[in-house]
């Protein structure tokens, strides 16, 4: 089982709102809004995407993570090197 799974209805949801928000941004590129504007709900749309990763990692954390230390061996460190590089990847971003 995903770490998400328990969440994925909010999970799904928030994403329909990111994906209203992108379709918000196409239509105010048609109708020649103001770049400021524009930049603002740019701004909005990353934000809620950094929001629902950081949610998805802390399932994954608490989940995935947690279950493969309490086995230990190989796999623990896998998933402890796959968290941290996925925390890297979002650091940086």
């Known amino acids: 089982m995903a770490g998400h799974t ?3 209805n909010d999970h799904l949801r928030r ?3 990111i994906e209203g928000q992108a379709r918000g941004l196409q239509r105010m590129v048609e109708d020649d809004k ?3 504007d524009i ?3 740019v ?3 990353t934000s809620a995407l950094q929001s629902f990763a950081l949610s998805l990692l802390e399932g994954h954390l608490a989940h995935c993570v ?3 230390t309490v086995k230990g061996g190989p ?3 896998a998933k402890i090197k796959e968290a941290s590089d996925a925390i890297a990847r979002l650091v940086r971003s």
């Open 6 to 8: 328990g969440t994925k």
């Open 15 to 17: 994403l329909r709102r």
């Open 34 to 36: 103001y770049c400021i």
């Open 39 to 41: 930049l603002t709900q």
């Open 43 to 45: 701004s909005a749309a």
């Open 66 to 68: 947690a279950e493969a």
């Open 75 to 77: 796999e623990a460190q």
